[in-house]
């Protein structure tokens, strides 16, 4: 039962993934591009290096020899994940899950060409011209987004010729990795966007965790809530399409699957072949199994019999407001500690830089999940990261 994991990425969510596979008694070394990251603090051993470095990741790989690997980000040179496989290694959820959905060109045009579900119209630029040309067909408004970025880094939304120029060199600065080319979409009128937590089975059927519902800026998620009320048919169609999607890329595994929904009915948007961000709302209990240990029992191949909503709840982030390679000191523990059926979490981020999330809030209970929304956002504003 005692698997070698290696991780590749070592933020807040690798670190509750670790912690669940701890639970699990596994063994876990925990690799990223820094030392001290979240996921390190509690791996048994922890490696550093350049994870878009083909050959360090072999290295990696030959010296640890693991029994499993599982990716937590997007900048990794995922095309070796096929070699990884074909020695045996369990790549997380599959090789051709990870290669594909590092990239948005490869999971948009499975899902929109390969499975058929239905997405906005888009097309790929790799320079300023194209975008223009992109833009032409798609119309304004639209939204930008490099096909290697996370957390909605580079992403904006053009409504005027003038913001082209300036979409085109935002989206090249929040690109990661040594990939510069973007998708431009055409702008969905929608009502509202889910994350539909969506976990595929070694030897089960697929479970579809409760919707999420969330709220960005900056393309980042700034609070999450589950359950997001909506049409039963709406959220069927949600279903569907993400079992087609995960069906198609194949594994084992946790995956966030994004989807605005209209009038109309579900669109796909993205997919994360792991734990997401907006799932955090997952540690508040909601659920019977948490997003991450739900990953970690998919991963070993441990059956689950099913997901269960146990009660209602929702995330705020806590932002860090300046740069910094000190030490991060918090205030307000006290007072953010005094509200019930609340709880925090602080992810241990050795260095700071303007809207990092360094900590998330969490409130739970039988209330509208708007009315804990807002208990959740009062107790992130208490906290403070200096």
């Known amino acids: 039962m005692r698997k070698k994991i290696l991780l590749f990425g ?25 030392e001290g990251a979240p996921a390190m603090q509690v791996a048994h051993e922890f490696e550093v290096i350049n994870m878009l470095d ?4 072999d290295r990696l790989v030959a010296k640890h020899n693991p029994d499993i690997i599982v990716p937590e980000i997007e900048a990794i040179r995922t095309e070796r994940f096929y070699d990884y496989e074909a020695q045996g290694i369990q790549v997380v959820p599959s090789a051709k899950a990870g290669n594909f959905t590092m990239n948005r060109k490869a999971i948009r045009d499975l899902a929109a060409i390969e499975v058929g579900v239905r997405t906005a119209t888009y097309r790929y630029a790799t320079s300023l011209e194209e975008l223009k040309a992109g833009v032409a067909v798609t119309g304004m408004p639209c939204v930008v987004k490099p096909l290697m970025s996370s957390s909605g880094k580079g ?7 003038e913001d082209i120029e300036k979409a085109w060199k935002y989206a090249m600065e929040g690109s990661r990795g040594d990939l510069k080319e973007v998708i431009v979409e055409g702008f969905i009128d929608f009502d509202y966007e889910i994350t539909l937590l969506t976990v595929t089975q070694k030897n089960g059927q697929t479970l579809f965790c409760p919707p999420i519902g969330h709220r960005q800026e900056r393309g980042d998620y700034q609070e999450s809530w589950q359950p997001m009320p909506m049409s039963p048919e709406h959220l069927a169609e949600a279903q569907e399409m993400a079992g087609k999607v995960t069906a198609a890329l194949g594994g084992a595994g946790i995956w966030g699957v994004e989807f605005f929904i209209t009038k109309e009915g579900a669109y796909f948007s993205e997919l994360s072949p792991r734990p997401h961000d907006t799932g955090m709302v997952t540690l508040a209990g909601t659920q019977n199994f948490s997003e991450f240990e739900l990953h970690a029992r998919a991963v070993l191949g441990i059956p689950i019999a099913e997901v269960k909503l146990e009660r209602n709840g929702a995330s705020a982030v806590v932002l860090a407001t300046a740069e910094s390679n000190e030490e991060p000191v918090f205030s307000g523990i006290e007072e953010a500690a005094q509200y019930k059926k609340t709880d925090f979490k602080l992810f241990g981020k050795p260095t700071t830089r303007p809207y990092r999330r360094m900590a998330v809030a ?25």
């Open 155 to 161: 992403q904006s939304v053009i409504k005027t010729e």
């Open 362 to 386: 969490l409130a739970y209970g039988d209330e509208d999940v708007k009315v804990l929304v807002e208990k959740a956002k009062e107790v992130a504003a208490k906290i403070s990261v200096k």
């Open 10 to 34: 070592s933020g807040e969510l690798g670190k509750e993934f670790v912690i669940a596979c701890q639970r699990l008694g596994q063994y876990v070394i925990a690799v990223d591009s820094y």
């Open 54 to 57: 083909g050959a360090e990741l």
